[in-house]
């Protein structure tokens, strides 16, 4: 066993600049771990609490304590908290006592790192009911403790709160807690560190402050007490302050009316006066309530009807005449460069992001307060007041009705057009070229009545953006960027494209963007192709001829990309963020051109496409590899059941595609490409179903997998059995039971969230999905009697997703087809069970009775079939 | 604890052109999955199962005997099932059988059916030719009533056009019952059969006539020819056949030229086959085409009727059961070089028809010749009675007006009599 001086000496060897030292540290540490654990954590926690020895070692001792506890994997963190459980009362009660002690601790770190994990263990703790007596010992007697103890206690209840469920403290403690919190924020409380850690546990609480915030008297205490808090002399106090009026924008939006005059004037202040990381968060508190009130406005159709939870307090609206006028002149303080520089975020930024959510949330009512403020700065000498006038105007594109705005942007049209090519500022430019590019994305469509792009000015329109494509590559992207939207307004123009005469030209300016030499900075490249495929999938057949010319050159730029050179770590990834895009740019191109009648010509090109990705599936690159699936999915569409002559050469990556846990995407990528080789090859992907479908349910029990792709890997059980038919046969034993258990899982996970409610409702579709594929397939053939035991509990399962009452449209179609499926496959076997099921009756009714005609029409099937069933 | 990071997409689209990518693969593999069920589904719900099929000699009165009802019997039969869009992809004389059992064919009026005027609706029957529009998979096509294709076309329809947005989901198809009339390129719809995938069989006519009203325009079928969308599609307007109904059809002005009035009876079913519960008439007022012409388009001094032959050398109608006309002696049958099956052409004779209850006593038949092979049927009885009575004593318009005006009065009497 080790002694405590060598657990001392491991932990400073760990954090050796010496690699060998190092590393021979760290396997003693995992090997001393996987020996004897208990002892191990114990002496962690000790050399955490011991303020004797040297505080590198005491900071590793408790970060390697943290990382025992919890792990950002799903099942990782399953197995650690099962670990912690599972070991003795006597070694757990002596870890929380020195986590606890080193509270008291005079070396900061020390304590910041003890609060973490006491946060760790209580939310292993807490839901078990394990520990009841923690938030007890800590607030136990907070006034008479020292400051640095105190400010310590505070940070570890504000952990606390990050780390555990409201539900699982009880209202006594949180109250408590709460008490604590505030009354360290007051501006009574002396010592600057204890009211930054009251303030910043005060905004992890929040979320347990419900009741507290619904009792006028405690709401006005806690308002009150932030309130000042924004106010203090220090700077990070303000600062934290406004970061829990921000929480509350959007936590107690409903509870705020009394307070906002009070909000405005603190607000404003701030933004004119204060240091920008306070400036910041009080422009963010003003984007929160936009972004709640433009919810709330989305829900309910705009007016306040009287059924909503939460009405429109119209707080925007209400500031309007102020709050225009306090963000217009953050517009002005721009930096020099800021267009350059990827990771820039600074006041006019965050004010012409607000003033942009404040557009969306009232509508027309903001054009008045803006306009003034554009035509007296859009011709100033001063770049900063050309650009914050074309930065406001940009900004309210998106929110004011079409008919507002139309006149104005007639107006300035010409004048952008004119600032794109001559302004001699590149900060100009960008915002010019940016705001272009709202004009035509909000104001340029199908759905707009008085076209803005017409025969008059399109060529001008488009010149000049090819114009801006050459110039620096902020410019250009934007440029792209506007491209793309004005390709996208024409998306159901018909056969006539305005765009047609200017086709070849735009395609081969987008072309030579993409192969700038500068192409890389400021994401130029990406926006070239971005907008290269808007405009292709925007075309009409007058150009499918150009198009078609295109797949050559994108075929062979993707051929460049796969020679591979010796390259740079930096290099191949530029590389492979090219192959990505390429693929993209040819899945585009399948979608256009593989059909009718461009689809003969087209496949021609097909073998050698198809040897392209599978060469990028030899480079290691998610992206690049998401992307090729993408477009083997498609082609695979186009190519029908001739697709079959790639599958054996095609087959191991998607093996490879299944197998691939740590980057999901590409996993649930081709589990949706499995669909359409079934949907393309029918029984001819028979030969390769032993393999997908061993992989397919390996993906279903492993717990690594992230559980989105569950869902489609069931959909994808139907698409295999309706492309085999009655071969499925042989997976029924495996596969069956599988649905059955995600079956029951689903049908009651009635989740406490919108987020679960979701997950849940698209992991019953893919159930679902499954068990209509696998019927249909069945049809006819005499081994459907193997499906007649599933029966029941597959109508089982309909009723209780009926009974839960919280299905979505989607489900409810698919669920309602799956009683026809099985009424049809199994007729009058299952007669009897399918007249004793409440789907049958009320659900099958209420389906019938949809609005929606997707619905209705399953709903028809079912009933039709269930008639036939019982009839016999 | 470090302040937040508040940071707000700056310049920059909410969804990138990967994510879009990504959703609108994941938008088409679930349209292509939910097509791919609707397909398996519809294999039972619309169809019709085409027995023996495989059988190279079909005798042509199987298929025009109405098919078995699969929808309400549940008896489906052993032999392949098929649907619509499988049957479009049979050829040749096969595809010709299958679609020539699938339109409802009407009667000839001979005589005027009761309560004309309560359970009747009147149509101005467009001159054209019959087919069925089939609209599915992003693309339209027309048969004629012998199976071959008229157009291949994009439409407005449910699923007929290749084209994004199209109305409804890509996987239903829908069946018309059209006239296509040729000097406005307009296809007439007279009857729905099947509406985004929904089979319109089993309904009442009032309701597939309310179903066709209220569907096609919200398609923007009836609306001009575009790239999208072909040839425009209209309905034809149908009246209550009271006395102002059949005055509306019989005179009134329309887009089109008529070829006679169609009298579809409210409560019948959709009837593949001839069917009592559709009749046509016709006149010299509202069709230029109410006698036969013969092959080169001209009238013939006599009528001419085409029958067909069976085993026992019975020469019989198109009627389910068939009517017998008369009989051949085998020697005859040799010599012409005529077989069982065979449909054969006659003309009447100065001797004339002469029927007792829907039997023929005597009809003096002169021997033409086998009939061209495109026609797929032998006359029913009501056209060879029709096209008799046209020649010698027709049924006018002033006939059914008066039959209408009775009726209407046995209606109104008792009112009369309780208000007094």
């Known amino acids: 066993k080790l002694v405590a001086m060598e657990v001392t000496q491991l932990l400073l060897n760990a954090q050796s600049i010496d690699g060998t030292v190092r590393k021979h540290a760290e396997e003693n540490l995992k090997l001393f771990q996987s020996q004897n654990l208990a002892g191990f954590l114990l002496s962690l926690a000790g050399e955490l609490a011991n303020d004797e020895k040297p505080v590198d070692s005491r900071k590793l001792a408790g970060l390697v304590l943290k990382n025992a506890l919890d792990a950002k994997e799903q099942h990782r963190k399953y197995e650690l908290v099962q670990r912690w459980l599972s070991l003795d009362m006597a070694t757990k009660t002596q870890i929380r006592a020195f986590l606890l002690k080193t509270l008291s601790s005079p070396v900061p770190d020390v304590r910041s790192t003890a609060s973490q994990v006491i946060a760790k263990v209580a939310g292993i703790e807490l839901p078990q009911n394990q520990w009841p007596e923690l938030v007890g010992s800590l607030l136990s007697n907070i006034h008479q403790l020292p400051a640095h103890v105190k400010q310590a206690t505070l940070e570890t209840l504000g952990y606390l709160c990050e780390e555990v469920s409201p539900d699982v403290v009880e209202q006594e403690h949180v109250n408590k807690i709460l008490t604590a919190v505030v009354q360290g924020m007051n501006a009574a409380e002396g010592n600057n560190d204890v009211r930054l850690a009251a303030t910043r546990a005060l905004y992890m609480a929040l979320g347990f402050a419900q009741a507290n915030f619904n009792n006028d008297m405690e709401r006005d205490y806690i308002m009150r007490v932030v309130c000042e808090a924004t106010l203090s002399p220090e700077v990070k106090i303000r600062q934290a302050a406004f970061e829990c009026l921000v929480s509350i924008a959007s936590t107690y939006y409903e509870k705020l009316a009394h307070y906002m005059q009070d909000i405005f004037n603190i607000t404003a202040k701030a933004v004119r006066e204060d240091d920008e990381s306070v400036a910041l968060q009080a422009i963010e508190f003003w984007s929160s309530i936009c972004d709640e009130e433009i919810d709330i406005l989305e829900e309910y159709g705009g007016e306040f009807t009287g059924d909503s939870d939460v009405p429109c307090f119209y707080f925007t609206k209400q500031a309007l005449p102020a709050l225009v006028p306090l963000l217009l002149e953050t517009l002005l303080k721009q930096e020099e460069d800021q267009d350059l520089d990827e990771g820039a975020w600074n006041i006019a930024m965050a004010g012409g992001t607000c003033l942009g959510l404040v557009a969306r949330a009232v509508g027309d009512d903001i054009v008045p307060h803006v306009m003034p403020f554009i035509e007296e700065k859009i011709s100033k000498p001063d770049w900063r007041e050309r650009e914050a006038a074309t930065y406001a105007f940009g900004s309210i594109l998106e929110g004011p009705s079409p008919d507002k705005l139309m006149t104005i942007v007639n107006a300035a049209l010409t004048f952008m057009l004119n600032a794109l090519t001559k302004d001699p500022s590149n900060h100009v430019k960008d915002t010019t070229a940016w705001t272009l590019g709202r004009i035509f994305e909000f104001l340029h469509g199908s759905t707009i009545e008085t076209p803005i792009i017409t025969q008059a000015n399109c060529q001008q329109i488009i010149t000049v953006l090819i114009q801006t494509m050459k110039d620096a590559p902020n410019v250009a992207e934007k440029a792209c960027g506007a491209l793309y939207f004005l390709a996208q307004g024409y998306e159901d123009i018909g056969p006539n494209s305005p765009l047609t005469p200017f086709f070849q030209e735009i395609i081969q300016s987008l072309l030579a963007v993409a192969h700038r030499e500068d192409a890389t900075e400021s994401r130029l490249r990406t926006a070239a192709y971005e907008a290269l495929n808007e405009v292709v999938r925007c075309s009409t057949d007058e150009t499918s001829a150009m198009v078609l010319q295109l797949v050559p050159v994108i075929m062979l730029e993707l051929h460049n990309t796969l020679e591979g050179e010796k390259l740079s770590s930096d290099e191949r990834e530029k590389q492979n963020e090219l192959q990505g895009l390429l693929c993209g740019c040819l899945q585009v191109i399948i979608q256009k051109l593989g059909s009718e009648p461009t689809k003969y010509v087209f496949m021609q090109h097909a073998d050698q496409m198809m040897g392209l990705f599978l060469r990028v599936f030899g480079c290691k690159s998610a992206t690049a590899h998401e992307e090729a699936m993408l477009a083997i999915g498609a082609l695979a569409y186009a190519a029908g059941p001739d697709f079959a002559k790639y599958m054996p050469e095609f087959y191991k990556y998607l093996e490879m595609g299944l197998q691939n846990f740590e980057e999901y995407q590409v996993c649930a990528v081709t589990v949706g490409v499995i669909g359409d080789i079934c949907r393309a090859l029918e029984d001819k992907i028979l030969p390769y179903c032993d393999g997908i479908m061993t992989q397919l349910l390996k993906d279903l029990s492993s717990n690594q997998l992230h559980r989105s792709v569950k869902p489609p890997i069931f959909s994808c059980f139907g698409d295999i059995a309706l492309a085999i038919g009655e071969n499925f046969e042989k997976y029924i034993n495996y596969s069956m039971p599988m649905l059955q258990s995600a079956a029951e899982l689903s049908a009651h996970a009635s989740g406490a969230d919108d987020e679960m409610t979701e997950y849940t409702n698209s992991l019953r579709n893919g159930i679902l999905e499954a068990y209509s594929g696998i019927f249909q397939g069945f049809k006819n053939s005499p081994k459907t009697q193997l499906l007649i035991p599933y029966a029941p509990h597959i109508l089982q399962f309909l009723d209780s997703i009926y009974m839960e009452k919280d299905m979505d449209e989607v489900v409810m179609k698919t669920a309602i087809g799956v009683l026809g499926d099985l009424a049809d496959t199994l007729g009058s076997h299952v007669g009897g069970l399918i007249q004793q099921s409440v789907s049958s009756k009320e659900f099958l009714n209420e389906c019938l009775s949809s609005d929606d005609h997707t619905i209705k029409e399953a709903a028809e099937w079912a009933k039709h079939a269930i008639t036939r069933a019982i009839s016999v | ?420």
């Not at chain 2, 679609?99 to 467009?126: C, G, H, K, T």
């Not at chain 2, 007792?356 to 056209?383: C, H, M, P, T, W």
């Not at chain 2, 020649?391 to 209606?411: G, T």
């Open chain 2, 1 to 420: 604890m470090a302040p937040h990071d508040l940071r707000r997409p700056f310049k920059r689209r909410p969804i990138s052109d990967q994510q879009k990518r990504r959703d609108l693969s994941l938008l088409r593999q679930s349209q292509h999955r939910s097509d791919a069920q609707q397909r398996a589904r519809n294999l039972a719900s619309s169809v019709i199962s085409l027995q023996s099929s495989s059988s190279p000699d079909v005798d042509p009165e199987t298929l025009s005997e109405p098919m078995p009802d699969v929808d309400t019997t549940g008896h489906e039969s052993e032999a392949s099932s098929f649907d619509i869009r499988q049957a479009s992809s049979l050829r040749g004389p096969e595809a010709r059988k299958w679609f020539a059992s699938q339109l409802m064919l009407p009667e000839w009026m001979i005589d005027v059916p009761e309560n004309l005027s309560r359970d009747w609706y009147v149509l101005a029957r467009p001159a054209g030719k019959r087919c069925f529009v089939v609209s599915a998979d992003g693309t339209t096509v027309s048969r004629l009533r012998n199976g071959s294709v008229l157009h291949h076309f994009p439409s407005a329809l449910p699923g007929g056009a290749r084209k994004k947005g199209v109305s409804g989901p890509a996987q239903s198809y829908s069946i018309l019952d059209c006239i296509f009339h040729e000097a406005d390129q307009t296809y007439y719809v007279i009857d729905m059969v099947c509406w985004r995938g929904y089979s319109l069989y089993e309904c009442t006519a009032e309701f597939r006539f309310f179903w066709l009203q209220s569907k096609l325009d919200e398609t923007g079928a009836c609306g001009p020819p575009s790239f999208y969308h072909k040839f425009r599609f209209s309905v034809v307007p149908f009246y209550n056949c009271d006395q102002s109904g059949l005055h509306s059809a019989y005179t009134g002005s329309l887009p089109y030229v008529k070829d006679g009035l169609l009298f579809y009876n409210k409560h019948a079913h959709y009837h593949t086959g001839n069917t009592p519960l559709v009749l046509i008439w016709k006149d010299e007022r509202c069709s230029q085409y109410v006698i036969d012409t013969d092959n080169n388009g001209q009238v013939p001094s006599q009528q001419h009727i085409v029958l067909e032959l069976q085993d026992d050398g019975k020469i019989v109608t198109s009627d389910d059961p068939p009517v017998v006309v008369n009989c051949l002696n085998a020697d005859f049958i040799k010599q012409s070089g005529l077989s069982p099956g065979s449909l054969v052409r006659f003309a009447i004779g100065d001797g004339g028809l002469n029927c007792v209850d829907g039997k023929f006593e005597k009809a003096d038949l002169q021997y033409i010749s086998v009939s061209n092979r495109a026609r797929a049927f032998a006359d029913s009885y009501s056209k060879i009675m029709f096209q008799y009575m046209a020649r010698h004593s027709p049924l006018k318009a002033e006939d059914l007006a008066s039959v209408i005006s009775q009726e209407n009065q046995q209606d109104k009497l008792p009112e009369v009599e309780m208000s007094d």
